[in-house]
């Protein structure tokens, strides 16, 4: 069972599934990512969009069959992570379990031995052991980096604590936007949400604080199509700036601006009881004639007529035609057009702020124009999680990259043939459990410094054999 | 000042066709002496390019990375500095032809996108220098780290993707014994297989930093770690690819034509997220199309 659990076979299944279900909620818009682009599609595609439902796709990364992949997944890279702990563990501690003995347990090799040990401590190797194979051969084991036997396990960790985040969040997350309009205050709640969703674990759990838009203020001030903006919010009564680098965190939750708009105060007077005033936030922002103007429409409240608004934030008149000069709001100019329930058109007509209209048997004064700010307020309890596994994700990659473990071995044995009878023969080997291509050049560099040292007679660095003798060294 | 640019980014481009030309005749001709002319050419279309897009920089007050044809021109930077790394470490004129083609390619089709949109976007064409600014969701300097690492990455797959063809050429004509004047100009299975691997260790981690960059950028800018939008779906896609290329490698110890594939297929993935994805999916990488 465990080997089925670690197996590659089964991560590559999970990872095409996981594929083909990245791929399905890239291509079909997502209800909870994109709710009017999901709206849209839903009506060109009602047949389809019929069978995405039933299926779950139109939810995708939030599908209870995308969790549990990801939960397969995760157990099958836990069971890899368990298995690669163990083989480090092993490689680690091998040199130990091998049988070799401490250095000066058997005779020296002398100037071989001196040499091949201090060009070894010049590259960062540690001798571990010695064996005595043989009548007068010597092998020890140096190593170096034994700690990187330890980056694949760790970087396997982090990825299993970003998995465990993605689920953890999932269940417990929380998103909502929220409208609101210049001078306006909510106390956060459910209901107050224009789009809303909440992990199956976060159960209502709603902090209920007071926030209200002060001011919305465009950046950089100065220029005519704004790039973003800035926004003054009261939470619980206290004053906060908010900016799009500078989210705000209020007990626990996290309050980001996401759009914002134009919005139009009107006042109507029916004729009968109190004038009734109202703000709408305008929606839409589009070009028309060259102008990007605010537009929405509205059924004025206590009567059966619809307003359809279109605000210029700026207006200005070019060759006799009406025109916004740039997106914020200086000289705002409404065109209304006010139609009956059978869609009649009872009105259309251009007002100032302060300007009122009278149509229908309505009195309909637009008193003023501001701005609306749609804030998306977060919870996401898996955040931290994922956050600390990008942590241990990169201190796995600096040992997987920088800390390369190797263990070299040196043989040395007295010299045969003609050319060698007094000498020594000393042969170098080496291993690493990862960038096996980067072993050669480190074996080539060991035996060439071994080849540089005086006393060497001769030396096959491709082969590693280096030969000493009498005649040119320093010892018999 | 922006025709200045444009200027050295034609020079740029003259060069680099100039450089891959000079390299096509001494492959043909097989004389190294005209490798070190096809060098020099490619040193100075880098040159050209860097003018290019510093001066770039300057005009508007940050990195060219924020219109698809800044990003690519930089893209072609990155690689160009890589592939200049390279060379002076291994010489090596074969690839030199194979990758100048691409950046060739890359730039010319950078310059022949239309005028608007080479051009500064209208936004900051209105604003006087002094406030000329990146729209607050880009001031930050996660992104700035996010782009560099995944350039730099791309960079590194884009030169192993190259010497992965030139090893599956190489293996076809060693398999079908068809020796063409291929077979000796292009180093050996060992040592492209070597080169590929290296690539992939560069281009991996690299690749790891720049989608965890991305998502603590977007952890500000947008409220969340990850959209789930295609651009970063198919990052994840490709960074598994990539992910399995190195463990058949590293731990099942896999060389040769399986391994090389496993790059090609990698780099097809890495084409499609840039290329692809901006052009099939609306995401939130675009942020100023410039027109």
């Known amino acids: 069972m465990f080997s089925f659990l670690k197996s590659v076979k089964l991560a590559i299944v999970l990872i095409a599934l996981l594929t083909a279900l990245i791929v399905a909620g890239m291509v079909i818009p997502q209800a909870n990512l994109k709710p009017a682009l999901y709206a849209q599609w839903w009506a060109s595609h009602p047949g389809v969009a019929v069978v995405v439902q039933r299926l779950g796709l139109d939810h995708t990364f939030t599908s209870w069959w995308f969790l549990a992949v990801v939960g397969l997944f995760f157990v099958n890279t836990l069971a890899c992570t368990v298995d690669q702990a163990v083989n480090a563990w092993r490689l680690a501690w ?77 269940l417990g997350r929380f998103e909502g936007v929220m409208l609101l309009t210049e001078g306006e205050r909510r106390v956060e709640g459910h209901g107050e949400y224009i789009h809303l969703e909440e992990g ?46 500078a989210p705000l965190v209020y007990r626990g939750f996290r ?17 009968r009881g109190a004038p009734l005033q109202f703000t709408a936030g305008l929606l839409d922002q589009i070009t028309t004639d060259g102008s990007k103007v605010s537009r929405g429409s509205l059924v004025i409240p206590g009567t059966a007529v619809r307003a359809r608004l279109t605000l210029y934030a700026d207006a200005a008149l070019k060759d006799g035609k009406l025109f916004a000069s740039s997106l914020v709001l200086k000289r705002p100019l409404l065109r209304v057009i006010l139609e009956g329930s059978t869609g009649a058109r009872l009105f259309q007509g251009d007002v100032k702020a302060g300007q009122g209209i009278h149509a229908a048997g309505l009195k309909l004064t637009f008193t003023g124009a501001s701005y609306w700010l749609a804030l998306r307020i977060r919870r996401d309890p898996g955040q931290d999680m994922i956050f600390a596994g990008f942590g241990v994700v990169l201190l796995g990659l600096i040992l997987l990259y920088f800390l390369i473990p190797r263990k070299i071995w040196v043989e040395i044995k007295p010299g045969s043939g003609p050319d060698c009878r007094d000498g020594w023969q000393v042969s170098v080997r080496g291993s690493a459990p990862r960038h096996s291509d980067l072993l050669e050049a480190e074996l080539e560099e060991i035996r060439r410094k071994l080849a540089e040292t005086p006393g060497v007679y001769s030396a096959d660095v491709a082969k590693g054999e280096l030969r000493f003798a009498a005649r040119g060294g320093h010892w018999t | 000042m922006l025709i200045l640019s444009e200027r050295f980014l034609q020079l740029a481009s003259v060069s680099l066709w100039a450089s891959l030309a000079v390299y ?45 044809f800044e990003s690519l021109t930089t893209l072609v930077w990155v690689a160009l500095t890589i592939y200049l790394y390279l060379d002076w470490k291994w010489r090596w004129p074969v690839l030199s032809a194979f990758f100048l083609l691409l950046a060739s390619g890359g730039l010319a089709y950078a310059l022949f996108l239309p005028q608007e949109v080479r051009a500064l976007p209208p936004v900051l064409q209105v604003v006087p220098p002094v406030i000329r600014a990146l729209p607050p969701k880009l001031q930050s300097g996660w992104l700035l780290l996010h782009v560099t690492f995944n350039f730099f990455s791309y960079g590194a797959f884009t030169l192993s993707f190259l010497i992965g063809i030139q090893y599956l050429w190489q293996d076809y004509q060693l398999k079908h014994k068809k020796f063409t004047i291929w077979y000796d100009r292009l180093p050996s299975l060992d040592r492209l297989d070597f080169l590929n691997a290296r690539m992939i260790n560069w281009g991996f981690p690299l690749l790891t930093l720049g989608i965890i960059t991305g998502s603590i950028w977007a952890r500000y800018a947008w409220g969340t770690y990850w959209d789930w939008n295609a651009k970063e779906s198919w990052s994840l896609f490709t960074w598994l690819i990539f992910a399995f290329a190195l463990y058949f490698r590293d731990i099942r110890k896999w060389r040769g034509r399986k391994a090389v594939l496993f790059t090609v297929i990698g780099f097809l993935a890495v084409l499609f997220n840039y290329f692809g994805i901006n052009f099939l999916f609306r995401h939130p990488h675009f942020f100023i199309r410039g027109s």
Do not use: C
Not at chain 1, 255 to 268: K, M, N, P
């Open chain 2, 24 to 68: 096509v005749a001494r492959f043909k001709a097989g004389t190294p002496r005209l490798a070190y002319f096809g060098g020099l050419l490619a040193k100075a279309g880098w040159v050209a390019l860097s003018v290019s897009l510093l001066v770039r920089s300057l005009v508007q007050g940050h990195l060219p990375i924020t219109t698809f």
């Open chain 1, 94 to 170: 091998s040199s130990r379990s091998g049988g070799l003995q401490p250095a000066g347990a058997g005779t020296s090799a002398g100037y071989p031995e001196e040499i091949a040990t201090s060009v070894l401590h010049g590259r960062r190797y540690v001798v571990r052991g010695w064996d005595y194979p043989a009548e007068g051969t010597w092998v020890f084991l140096a190593e170096k980096n034994r700690a990187g036997y330890w980056g694949s396990v760790i970087f396997h960790a982090g990825l299993l604590l970003i998995i465990l985040g993605v689920v953890y969040g999932s």
């Open chain 1, 255 to 271: 309050i980001y601006q996401d759009r914002f708009g134009d919005a139009v105060s009107l006042e109507s007077d029916p004729g």
């Open chain 1, 200 to 245: 199956p674990a976060f159960a209502e759990a709603h902090p209920g604080f007071e926030v209200g838009l002060e001011r919305v203020r465009h950046f950089p001030p100065t220029q005519k199509t704004p790039a973003g903006m800035t926004s003054g919010l009261t939470l619980d009564g206290k004053p906060f700036q908010l900016g799009q680098q």
